[in-house]
């Protein structure tokens, strides 16, 4: 009985008592759900233009933050190690290109799983060789104040962090509806066979959209970095985005970010207010079980693209 | 191109240390499982240059220990179990036998204490578990001195309490438990169970899963609302950065956060920059470049001797773990010396020399290391020392300061755990424990 009040009553009392804490808990899970996002919104490029669950993507965010940061370190200034770093994941996407996927076109996809898994490993220790494996911390001039909205308080980099993700966002909507290379890709997206028979060449498309990936991952580095300071560990936070992935399903942009933010605040919310019933840290396994539901009922996702077989 | 230059360079010095590590060996065989590589790189780096500066200043100032050269050889564990393991089985013959190992790691530490045992080779697992191996009847070749983590938990909740005014004003207080949902993290948890019932204080227990170390958002949320007295912390690799950031950010009182000596390196503030200045944690030996042998150090690192590529590190107490460490094995070989003779020794002397040491005020001020380490007195009981205490140390925004004394543990409420803990693995191992008479 008590087990059950503990799961039905007391939560909801909680909440009603203390609606400034519940709104604190619930838009810091927001807030939590959109850098998660940001990770996601990486698998989901390479995913939807070249159909590979690129495993690597989590060490692409180290890889980039790496770069950058051992840039700055360097005395190069902010805005040109964003530059040259963004210039270093066009010449990695050009690398996995020519010397990965190349040589694996028409394999099946788990060979080319397979092959990020090596990219993954191989990435994260060419990144340590280069730069070393010590903390690296990433001061950028993201504000680190806080605001308060009643009794709850809002920390100004989430906020910070939100916006540059919408803004990524809604820069990647433009990219893919009103550029010619953004229509190739969609176009690639969509089918492979098909794009290829009007003279859209895949290969230069791969390239673009790790690079594209590569930038995120870069976007993701930065703002995960500065929370953090670089370091390797920045690597396992993909694992933050798979439940995101299967929420808002592979191919979706906007998926990434809706799903981003349910998994987020859902977590949240669940750890502060359910955690305890069962000893805490369930947030770990909350976002799978969600995930999970959801592909009881959608396979494909949220937003992701309808699965249809035709007999 | 530059970027060419850069990889080319870092090859080229990964080679070169290579090479170093295995020329440099010589006499009395010292296996260091380092783990320099892989997500905790930041705290091991620190941690093997300090181990391995020690061996390096003895050689260079002394010529070895009594005239025997200290070879240590690297193996690195990237502080996974099953390399450790590997680690060990590849370097325990060389040179004639390994002297001593110093796993670095609560895992690979329980992986060895068979192995060890049965090779007679000791282990000083400095800072780590197994906590109970500090008895030495059941634990002939473990050795876990200066103090163990069970006395720290105790020596934190006696700091706290002196700050508050004595033992008695813990009563009605709260606190935050903040730890790796890990054996390790759950070691002191039955300690301050026991401390909790004794001093009528409350605890809320937060776990953090190993693979969400980087996400502690709702625990921080929780404990800006139930507001504890204290937060005390268990923390590992990039767990402890992240908690000193999210404390910072709902402005929780750094002064009241301590972590434990594991969370206690620079990864644990430099990420969180301003915002942790005054955060404090344990430790069981000095820290920074105040004491008189760091000359003979400074002068090693003149000749070019030295392992770590920037001297600021010497600031960290990872660094000055490593050292210490390393001072407490070179003493203990002096110790087996003194009854074998000025040469090689085996690992069954090693152990020997273990159990009798005593470092006396004297003797720590011969070494130049006054106040760096305590004083110390091991038996064949008593595994872990007469003498656990932890220092506090506090972060002031460049470097960390002690701000303590010696704050002692309450060794009479973790000789009784030890005794239970130790009397249940000789019991499921078919040990018989020896006579210490």
Not at chain 1, 30 to 53: C, E, H, P, Q, T
Not at chain 1, 222 to 242: C, E, R
Request: with cysteine; charged share 15%; glycine share 10%.
């Amino acid at each position: 009985m008590e087990f059950l009040q503990s799961i039905f009553v007391t939560p909801f009392v909680e909440i009603v008592d203390s609606p400034y804490f519940f709104f604190e808990v619930f838009f810091g899970g927001l807030m939590a759900g959109v850098m998660y996002s940001l990770v996601a919104l990486g698998f989901v490029l390479i995913f939807k233009a070249s159909g590979v669950f690129n495993f690597s993507q989590g060490v692409m965010v180290l890889f980039a933050a790496l770069n950058f940061v051992g840039l700055l370190e360097h005395g190069v200034p902010i805005w040109l190690a964003f530059l040259i770093t963004m210039a270093i994941m066009t010449a990695l996407a050009f690398a996995v290109e020519r010397l990965v996927l190349r040589h694996l076109v028409n394999q099946e996809p788990i060979i080319l799983f397979m092959a990020t898994i090596g990219l993954a490993f191989f990435l994260e220790g060419f990144g340590e060789t280069l730069w070393g494996s010590e903390i690296k911390p990433l001061e950028v001039g993201i504000p680190n104040d806080v605001w308060f909205m009643g009794d709850a308080m809002i920390q100004q980099a989430d906020v910070f962090a939100a916006v540059v993700a919408g803004a990524m966002v809604t820069v990647l909507a433009l990219f893919f509806h009103y550029t010619r290379v953004g229509r190739a890709l969609r176009a690639v997206a969509d089918d492979h066979q098909a794009a290829l028979s009007i003279g859209i060449p895949l290969n230069h498309i791969w390239i673009i959209v790790w690079a594209v990936a590569g930038v995120v991952a870069l976007v993701a580095g930065i703002l995960w970095g500065s929370k953090l300071g670089v370091q390797f560990s920045l690597s396992v936070i993909a694992l933050k985005a798979l439940p995101v992935l299967i929420l808002g399903g592979f191919t979706s942009i906007p998926g990434a970010i809706i799903g981003g933010l349910i998994i987020g605040a859902g977590e949240k919310v669940a750890e502060v207010y359910w955690g305890s019933v069962f000893g805490g840290a369930i947030e770990e396994w909350f976002a799978y079980i969600v995930a999970l539901v959801f592909l009881f009922f959608r396979p494909q996702g949220l937003f992701g693209d309808k699965i249809i077989e035709r007999v | 191109m530059e970027f060419r230059k850069m990889a080319l360079a870092a090859v080229a010095s990964a080679v070169g240390l290579a090479g170093i590590a295995a020329t440099a060996y010589a006499d009395q065989p010292i296996p260091a499982l380092v783990y320099r590589t892989g997500a905790y790189a930041p705290s091991g780096i620190p941690l093997a240059n300090g181990y391995l500066d020690y061996f390096a200043m003895i050689n260079e100032r002394d010529g070895g220990v009594n005239g025997v050269p200290l070879a240590v050889e690297e193996c690195d564990t990237g502080y996974a179990t099953d390399r450790g393991v590997e680690c060990y089985d590849r370097t325990k013959g060389t040179g004639g036998g390994a002297t001593v190992y110093s796993p670095w790691s609560t895992g690979i530490t329980y992986a060895l204490i068979e192995k060890a045992t049965n090779d007679k080779i000791p282990i000083l697992s400095m800072g780590y578990g197994r906590t109970s191996a500090a008895n030495g009847k059941v634990f002939p070749y473990v050795f876990n001195f200066p103090a163990t983590y069970w006395s720290q938990a105790t020596s934190v909740v006696q700091y706290i309490a002196n700050e508050a005014g004595g033992l008695d004003k813990l009563k009605g207080m709260r606190f935050a438990y903040i730890y790796l949902d890990h054996p390790y993290g759950k070691e002191p948890i039955p300690t301050l169970d026991v401390l909790a019932e004794k001093f009528g204080f409350t605890y809320d227990k937060y776990p953090v899963p190993p693979a969400s170390m980087t996400e502690q958002k709702s625990i921080w949320l929780q404990i800006r609302k139930t507001k504890p007295d204290y937060a005390i912390m268990w923390g590992w690799g990039a767990m402890n950065g992240t908690a000193v950031r999210e404390a910072s950010n709902i402005r929780f009182p750094m002064e009241k956060f301590i972590g434990n000596w594991w969370s206690g390196g620079n990864d644990a503030v430099v990420p969180a920059g301003k915002g942790s200045i005054g955060y404090k944690s344990a430790t069981f030996h000095g820290v920074g470049t105040g004491f008189d042998a760091y000359k003979d150090v400074e002068a090693m690192y003149a000749a070019g001797k030295g392992s770590s590529a920037d001297k600021a590190e010497h600031n960290n107490p990872l660094w000055a773990r490593g050292f210490a460490n390393a001072a407490y094995i070179v003493e203990a070989i002096r110790t087996a010396q003194a009854k074998f003779g000025n040469r090689q020794i085996s690992g069954e002397e090693m152990r020997w020399g273990l159990e009798n040491l005593d470092l006396s005020e004297e003797r720590i001020a011969e070494m130049g290391m006054t106040g760096y380490i305590p004083p110390l007195k091991i038996t064949c009981e008593n595994h872990e020392g007469d003498n656990p205490a932890i220092l506090v140390q506090q972060w002031k925004g460049d470097k960390w300061e002690i701000i303590s004394d010696w704050v002692p543990a309450m060794t009479e409420v973790v000789a009784p755990l030890i005794e239970q803990d130790s009397a249940q693995y000789a019991s499921e191992n078919n040990i018989t424990p020896r006579s210490c008479n």
